[in-house]
């Protein structure tokens, strides 16, 4: 193989590297730089407001010292690489208490002053009042977050209308967040990626199994066409056929707990 022969493909490459392509869905940017390693993905996601010029974010990475990534920092530079400075972010939605996903609200919220919403049970292990004792990672600092949601409540100025769903299950409070008018489910922990499609939480992680079924059992009703997990790959097209595969399978090969 000759050097003129590498040459174009490898800059095609360094170019790809420095600016991949991370508005996954108009309007829905899927941050990169994030994830603490290969085969563990943290989907943190920007979502452009409709109305007006603001930004939402949902959810905020693991903690520093969880991580080798500062994954505050690399929300940061991912905003200015692509014209979204953190002061046009006004919303952080959060699906749950867990770590990986608390883990840089304080220090987003300091930054930001944005808005910050979560269902009102998980609004209070956030809060760390009372402390979560359940399986999986602990927020790593208190949080008061400033809208607390009740099951069905509508966003309608966050990203193109958003619906926030209970899915008590993965945790007691864990929060869906559907965009009817895309058909775009935003998933959280309520089913993880797996081979291209999903299952349901498994156990050693999850506060109920039957609850995140039942959960899950409902979001296969919604008309939906694109679901982003929180981690392994979205699945863009064809969603809602593998939530309810998803749903059917239940436990699959992990029994209740
Ligand atoms: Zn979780």
């Known amino acids: 193989m000759t050097e003129a022969g590498e040459g174009p493909r490898r800059v095609q490459e360094a170019a790809f590297l420095l ?18 390693s290969p085969d563990f993905t943290t989907n943190i996601l920007l979502l452009k407001d409709a109305k007006g010029s603001s930004w ?12 080798p990534v500062d994954t505050a920092k690399a ?67 208190r949080v008061d977050i400033t809208e607390k949601l009740r099951d069905g409540d509508k966003l309608d100025h966050v990203f193109e209308g ?10 007691p409070g864990h929060t869906t967040y559907y965009c009817p008018s895309r058909k775009i489910l935003f998933a959280g922990d309520s089913v993880f990626g797996n081979n291209g499609g999903m299952v349901v939480s498994a156990k050693e992680y999850t506060f109920s199994q039957s609850l995140a079924v039942i959960s899950l059992r409902r979001l296969a009703t919604l008309d939906v066409e694109s679901v982003i997990m929180y981690h392994g790959s979205p699945i863009l097209k064809g969603g809602g056929a593998r939530l309810k595969a998803a749903a059917k399978e239940g436990y699959g090969a992990d029994p209740e707990n």
């Open 19 to 36: 600016a991949p392509m991370t508005e996954i869905l108009p309007g829905v940017h899927l941050i990169d730089g994030v994830n603490p």
């Open 56 to 67: 939402t974010l949902l959810d905020t990475g693991l903690p520093r010292g969880k991580s």
């Open 75 to 141: 929300i940061e530079q991912y905003g200015e690489k692509h014209g979204i400075p953190l002061s046009s972010v006004k919303h952080i939605l959060i699906t749950h208490l867990h770590a990986d996903h608390t883990g840089n609200l304080k220090a987003l919220v300091e930054r930001t002053k944005a808005k910050t919403y979560t269902h009102w049970i998980e609004a209070c292990y956030i809060a760390q009042d009372p402390p979560y004792k359940g399986p999986g990672m602990p927020p790593p600092d």
């Open 162 to 171: 958003i619906v926030a769903l209970a899915t008590p299950g993965h945790t």
